[in-house]
């Protein structure tokens, strides 16, 4: 699809991971800002660090990580939009950081030097086997190395009809697991640092500002200049984020940071608190 050619039918047929890698959308993980700080303070990430971001979307996390701690990375994600968005990304916002994109699997990459950090963020849940996207961490990273998480979790029951909708929206289904669920998933790795955290929702201001803000910037790059496809663009847009909120009042998330050491994978000598 030529960016010249792009119609009102283009923009709404696309999948959502290629949407929002052609608009540029900084798909941001939950806590944004706040979480990768904790991340950086209690994972001792640095200039040292080697970081892979997996399912980087347009790259946001590693991007800004490597602007805090001067640690050089990588990101890959199955979605050619994305990467080259993110790429396009580093070169404006953070032009002087060692961190570069590629499309690339996830189940599959392979890398002969490893990390000392994987970013995850919420993407786990976009897995088809969770456990064995985490178990291929396991041999990406150093020993002594740690994953980099953000799960949502939900706190009550979400509508069906809420459930429906959402997974029109993003493509898959939210994640509909409690706490203990969730952590399942990550309980061969042992938890260094925890936060638990409230989503609070966005006013229909706030919404419109940053939809306004991503939309203005995407058609400039785009070179759109048709106001049917830019609302076309803002619509879907605001959908995706309106989804968003709907579904925070049923959401928590927290925010982790997971040691792995070949000496105590995928044991527990520690209680849960």
Not at 120 to 129: I, K, R, S, W
Not at 196 to 204: C, K, S, Y
Not at 207 to 215: F, G, I, N, P, Q
Not at 245 to 264: H, I, M, T
Request: charge should be negative; include cysteine; charged fraction near 25%.
């Amino acid at each position: 699809m030529e960016k010249d050619q792009l119609t009102s039918d283009d923009i709404r047929q696309i999948s959502y991971t290629d949407f929002v890698g052609l608009i540029n959308q900084w798909n941001v993980l939950p806590g944004s800002h706040t979480t990768l700080s904790r991340w950086r303070v209690f994972s001792q990430l640095d200039k040292s660090s080697r970081l892979l971001e997996i399912a980087c979307t347009t790259g946001f996390s590693s991007r800004e990580l490597a602007l805090q701690s001067g640690c050089s990375g990588i990101g890959i994600d199955i979605s050619e939009k994305s990467v080259e968005a993110a790429n396009h990304n580093r070169e404006i916002y953070a032009p002087h950081v060692d961190v570069a994109y590629h499309v690339a699997d996830a189940y599959g990459y392979r890398s002969e030097k490893k990390f000392t950090h994987i970013v995850l963020g919420a993407a786990l849940g976009f897995f088809p086997d969770p456990r064995k996207m985490l178990e291929h961490c396991t041999e990406l990273l150093e020993d002594g190395g740690y994953v980099l998480a953000s799960p949502f979790y939900t706190t009550s029951n979400i509508p069906t009809e809420l459930i429906d909708r959402a997974r029109k929206v993003f493509d898959i289904t939210p994640t509909t697991n409690s706490y203990k669920e969730v952590m399942k998933d990550y309980k061969g790795f042992e938890i260094i640092y925890e936060n638990r955290d409230v989503l609070v929702r966005e006013t229909e201001e706030e919404l419109a500002h940053y939809c306004e803000s991503t939309v203005d910037r995407a058609v400039a790059v785009l070179g759109i200049a048709d106001p049917g496809i830019k609302k076309c663009i803002y619509d879907r847009l605001y959908e995706i984020k309106k989804m968003s909120n709907d579904l925070r009042p049923y959401q928590r998330y927290s925010v982790l940071v997971l040691r792995y050491r070949s000496a105590v994978y995928p044991n527990r000598y520690v209680e849960l608190f």
